[in-house]
């Protein structure tokens, strides 16, 4: 007797379990049927490779997606940038790969001007005790961001930079990933300072980004009601810091630059990936700060602003690396090409070669492999800081209630400006892993863009899992179109398979999309509104 | 006994709204204060102005002999403000646990006030890695209570304790409430007239955003015409 009723009421709770979760059975008895019908409309083997590739496209389109999630949950900012700064990522991850000596030649010029700016918490200071009348602090941020502006501008001119020059056949870029690609690459001529003493250079490059950061300071207190709190040391030790960094690199910047040139494919393609990771955090949290903070809850605004945005670094993109498409060399690591290649089964995984053979068919290891273990790890770290970390639990409560995480003395704002950089650090890394698969392309962005934000409809929008599994499922359905365009799907009742023609790739991905959100409104792990 | 808060004539607009126009009150260390009035007189956005949340645009509020003017929400709230919001405002994705971590502003502070939550509310212990959203809505009031006590706070911001609890659940409430006072001063937004008068020893009546009245809660209770026209039928 006294086991029954806690059967029944457990019965009661799986019976209830089933029926709320029907749609999400549905959706995995279709996506089953889907693969099945699949695997017996193809070979084997050109289904193996197929989903391989599916997962690789949703590996990468996963690395953006999350982000873009993570952001929209957390802040509610649909950051429409978010493809540029993926391709803004393939790009200057693909200068620091092929070309570090333009990399470190821009290290200095942009390191001093920043070191300026970063006293920013001193130019607040002196800004709110400075002395002015209504229409002097209108005109003197205006003033101060201008000359600040031009003297950077003017400044940049004369530092020494060997850069490509797209508009020249013998110097566009592609050039130099041809060249690096056979292995024929030579050390670019090293620049000089133009016209100007370096001393005078470096500190009016300090200078013009000091004023530069005064007059965002100013524009900044021109409204607020409180002096600003003195400057911490960190702001002086950071600013410290980074101007070292600038004169350190300038001093050693020639056997930098060959040591650099020297080093194989392998480490320069991960030094690329560390770095361009790095500099996009640094690059998402001032857009966070400079761009978006003035702008939460203001929907509309926030969407004009990340959408010109995107236009800018898409312009900016092409005006200095050009609009052809280029490549970007496989690191040798995962491009073997010699003797026993292409491998043969899982123990050739570890030999070096660029392809092997795994169930008939040929996998490239950098394409499939290594893309798919990047999504894999990046998947792993953000699951673990979301799980186990502060950081991550104030983000899973930041995502539900920010002021009221807030109201628990927590600084919610630092935590939005963390998000954003990680979601942007995640997004340009995903740029420059595409990089040596995809090649790259000005459209890289706006292509991704359209994936991601499929996918994240698909997972449910806030849902880091969700988006995870919108990147899987749009992934694995568009390389299964394309490859069916090719073989044709067989369909009972028609003479001949039906073949999808390319244009049909996008819509069946939109479609399912459709399909998710009748049965799903909210996604597959949306919360319900 | 000395001043903790003091409200001087704020006036908070939300948007285009004027919602207080004018809010002046103080509360004295360890002592619990009830705030008053009608639906939508602005009682909420006071505690929230009190905050910063919804920063009022003149007037000041002094919190333990500092002007709270142009500082930030967490920077109010880690002077010492605990705040438990209205309609159980506790974070569903998270564990028990990690509602009460989240709270902390030091390392082991959890740890620290263990016995005195779990000793109020010995159902959290039981329910500690359960998810928010799995709690009932008694225990979700119990679990916002208890996340104001994480830290050491001189000044508890209590919105509507009782709203939507069963009867034994609010006496439990009020006991916890009574309980916790010892340990922190308490300033309660309530509707239920019966419950305010039996926790607080002054009361502060907010009447369309403006402060209209205040006392001793012993005085209001055998003061009908007052109830009557501010609060509606005692």
């Known amino acids: ?529 | 006994m000395s001043t903790l808060l003091d409200v001087r004539d704020i006036h908070t607009y939300i948007g285009q709204f004027h919602i207080l126009e004018g809010v002046s009150f103080s509360v004295q260390e360890g002592e619990i204060v009830a705030l008053l009035g009608r639906n939508g007189a602005g009682k909420t956005t006071t505690l929230k102005s009190i905050l910063g949340l919804t920063p009022p645009r003149t007037g000041d509020v002094e919190f333990g002999g500092e002007i709270l003017r142009g500082r930030h929400s967490y920077d109010i709230a880690a002077m010492g403000i605990g705040f438990v919001p209205e309609h159980r405002a506790i974070f569903g994705a998270l564990s028990v646990e990690e509602n009460l971590r989240l709270a902390e502003r030091s390392k082991g502070d959890l740890e620290r006030k263990e016995e005195l939550i779990f000793g109020l509310f010995p159902d959290l212990k039981r329910l500690i890695n359960l998810p928010g959203t799995n709690l009932s809505g008694g225990q979700q009031q119990m679990l916002a209570v208890a996340r104001a006590l994480v830290p050491d706070n001189r000044l508890l911001l209590i919105d509507e304790p009782s709203e939507g609890l069963a009867p034994v659940l609010i006496e439990q409430m009020m006991e916890a409430i009574r309980q916790l006072s010892s340990e922190s001063t308490v300033l309660l937004v309530e509707q239920n007239f019966i419950v305010a008068s039996r926790l607080a020893s002054r009361y502060v009546i907010v009447e369309e955003g403006v402060s209209v009245a205040a006392g001793d809660m012993a005085d209001l209770v055998n003061d009908e015409a007052t109830i009557r026209k501010y609060l509606g039928a005692a």
């Open chain 1, 1 to 529: 007797m006294t086991t029954t009723a806690p059967t029944a009421t457990r019965a009661a709770n799986a019976s209830r379990w089933l029926r709320s979760n029907r749609g999400r059975f549905g959706l995995a008895a279709f996506f089953g049927f889907v693969l099945i019908y699949s695997l017996f409309a193809m070979e084997t083997d050109d289904f193996f490779i197929t989903i391989i590739r599916g997962l690789a496209v949703g590996a990468i389109t996963f690395l953006v997606v999350s982000g873009l999630s993570l952001i929209l949950g957390l802040m509610d900012v649909l950051n429409l940038a978010h493809g540029e700064l993926y391709m803004l990522g393939a790009y200057v991850g693909w200068m620091i790969y092929v070309r570090p000596d333009t990399f470190l030649d821009l290290v200095t010029p942009i390191a001093l001007a920043l070191s300026g700016m970063a006293l920013l918490p001193l130019w607040r200071r002196i800004a709110s005790q400075w002395p002015s009348g209504k229409w002097l602090r209108i005109i003197v941020p205006v003033v101060a961001m201008v000359v600040g502006l031009v003297i950077i501008v003017f400044l940049f001119s004369k530092f020494p930079l060997s850069i490509w020059n797209p508009d020249v056949f013998t110097e566009a870029p592609t050039n130099d990933a041809v060249a690096l690609d056979a292995g024929t690459q030579v050390v670019p001529e090293h620049a000089g300072f133009e016209g100007i003493s370096p001393l005078l250079g470096l500190i009016g490059m300090w200078l013009g980004g000091a004023v530069l950061g005064f007059g965002i300071a100013a524009a900044v207190e021109r409204k607020a009601e409180v002096a600003a709190p003195k400057p911490e040391r960190s702001a002086f030790v950071i600013s410290g810091a980074v101007a070292l960094l600038a004169v350190v690199v300038l001093a050693v910047n020639n056997p930098l630059t060959e040591w650099w040139y020297g080093l194989g494919t392998t480490p320069r393609f991960f030094a690329a990936m560390l770095l361009t990771t790095v500099l996009a955090f640094g690059l998402g949290t001032f857009i966070e700060v400079v761009f978006i903070r003035p702008l939460y809850e203001r929907l509309l605004y926030q969407i004009m602003m990340t959408l010109g945005l995107g236009f800018i670094l898409l312009e900016a993109v092409r005006s200095v690396w050009g609009r052809p498409q280029f490549t970007m060399p496989k690191p040798a690591a995962f491009n073997g090409r010699g003797d026993g290649c292409p491998g043969e089964g899982f123990g050739d995984l570890f030999s070096g070669c660029g392809t092997i053979k795994l169930f008939g068919s040929r996998v490239r290891m950098y394409n499939e492999v290594f893309i798919i273990l990047v999504g894999v790890v990046v998947l792993v770290v953000i699951t673990l800081i979301l799980k186990k970390s502060r950081l991550g639990m104030t983000i899973r409560a930041g995502v539900q209630d920010s002021e009221m995480v807030e109201a628990l003395g927590i600084n919610v704002r630092r935590v939005f400006t963390i998000t954003f950089g990680l979601g942007v650090a995640l997004a340009a890394l995903g740029g420059v892993v595409a990089g040596p698969a995809l090649g790259l392309s000005t459209g890289m962005g706006a292509s991704v863009l359209l994936l991601a934000l499929i996918a994240m409809a698909i997972g449910g929008l806030t849902s880091f899992p969700g988006a995870a599994a919108g990147a899987v499922i749009v992934g694995v359905m568009q390389q299964l179109m394309i490859r069916f365009g090719s073989v044709g799907i067989p369909i009972p009742g028609l003479a001949e398979p039906f073949k999808p023609s390319p244009a049909l790739v996008p819509v069946s991905v939109i479609l399912l999309m459709v399909v998710v959100l009748l049965v799903l409104p909210n996604g597959l792990f949306g919360r319900e509104e």
